[in-house]
């Protein structure tokens, strides 16, 4: 490291031991709260603030202070703090260098196709559709995986029923798959805390993400997944861009529910997908209806999905109707259509994943040579 480099990073230290450790007393630096601390020469800089697990909330203020206090200091062009709280940390996510070029986009190891599940916003069963339609392409034959990248609410361990397993690492390092319910699964929350992910800034997730995408063994000592399925967390942000730089998705999926507030956010990510040209192999309209004794009950509207993925020039793949049954398996742990074989429901999930599979077909045919003779 040159003299500048290393000047600023004890000018970091100084300032960032002139803040107080809100439990010992001392400076962050002197209680050992400062990890990580990289220093690009383009001035960007990173560093984590390591809480005591459970004191996530006091630290925000020591985090918001450190994060000032190292921006306002000469050279200092960016400024990215990662606070972690943890119990115990076995695959700690590092912060990426501010420096890391983006890395050119690579297919993952094993895995012969991937998909995302994406949803502009939390709440709409994207994780929901996700896991059923995973168990529906297993029912269908095909070898699955799935990896739950919802860095901010990882809902995989719950639905799935994982309990307290956790993911071992193999002698490559690299983690390998939880089997459950047939599936080979991955998920942020077997291996961090739920409730400590939800803590995580932008850099904090992107890093995770990047993580689980690379260290994870999915075929290595076993036959290839045929697809891998990817809860990506709601919203089209940062961690979406990650994933599309890094791995060629085949195709993305878009859950909604019908009303018009939740579709304007879909015409978004349909736009965001567009823009880094990922084929959107569909939209389906979630919590469509509810079946009463009196017929049906459009609670959020009648069709409003549908016609925005026709406006928008993507195909709707199909509608899920409210289903109180639905919900009771994810709460119990075990797949709705791998509980429940032959309800209407689960051929709906069967039907919308055919669907899917063929306009990833359809996207991924070569266009038309034409030659001059
Ligand atoms: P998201 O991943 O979009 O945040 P979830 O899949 O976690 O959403 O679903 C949110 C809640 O709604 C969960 O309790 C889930 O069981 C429930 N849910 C999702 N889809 C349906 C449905 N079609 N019928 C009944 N409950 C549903």
Redesign the pocket.
């Known amino acids: 490291m040159n003299t500048s480099l290393q000047a600023r990073r004890d000018a970091i230290s100084r300032a960032l031991d002139a803040i107080k450790d809100p439990l010992s007393g001392n400076g962050l630096v002197t209680a050992g709260r400062v990890g990580n601390l990289l220093v690009s020469a383009d001035g960007g800089v990173v560093f984590a603030i390591e809480a005591p697990a459970g004191e996530a909330q006091r630290f925000a203020a020591v985090r918001d202070a450190a994060e000032a206090a190292v921006r306002a200091l000469e050279g200092v062009a960016k400024v990215t703090v990662v606070l972690t709280a943890h119990a115990e940390g076995p695959a700690k996510p590092h912060a990426p260098h501010p420096n890391q070029p983006p890395r050119q986009a690579q297919g993952i190891p094993h895995v012969a196709m991937v998909v995302a599940v994406a949803?502009a916003k939390?709440?709409?069963?994207?994780?929901?559709?996700a896991v059923n339609l995973a168990a529906a392409f297993a029912a269908m034959g095909m070898r699955t995986g799935l990896l739950d990248l919802?860095v901010y609410?990882p809902?995989l361990p719950t639905l799935l029923g994982i309990g307290g397993r956790k993911p071992v690492f193999g002698p490559d390092k690299m983690l390998r798959p939880i089997e459950a319910h047939g599936l080979r699964t991955m998920s942020i929350g077997y291996i961090v805390d739920p409730e400590q992910a939800m803590i995580w800034r932008g850099a904090m997730a992107t890093s995770a993400v990047r993580q689980m995408i690379d260290e994870v063994a999915w075929g290595h000592e076993l036959a290839p997944l045929d697809i891998l399925v990817l809860d990506l967390p709601?919203g089209t942000g940062d961690v979406q861009l990650t994933l599309a730089q890094r791995i060629p998705l085949d195709g993305a999926i878009v859950?909604s529910t019908p009303q018009e507030m939740a579709l304007a956010d879909v015409r978004r990510g349909i736009m965001m997908f567009d823009k880094t040209h990922i084929p959107v192999l569909g939209v389906v309209e979630?919590?469509a209806w509810l079946e009463t004794p009196a017929g049906r009950v459009h609670i959020f509207g009648d069709g409003g999905a549908r016609r925005t993925a026709t406006a928008a020039g993507v195909p709707f793949l199909g509608e899920?109707?409210?289903?109180?049954a639905?919900?009771e398996s994810?709460?119990a742990g075990t797949p709705f259509v791998i509980a429940n074989p032959d309800h209407p429901l689960t051929a709906r999930f069967k039907d919308i994943a055919a669907a899917a599979l063929a306009n990833a077909a359809l996207a991924a045919k070569p266009a038309p040579t034409i030659r001059f003779e």
Not at 320 to 324: H, Q, R
């Open positions: 949803s939390g709440g709409v069963g994207k994780s929901t559709v919802d609410g809902s709601p859950v979630n919590m899920l109707p409210i289903e109180v639905l919900r994810a709460d």
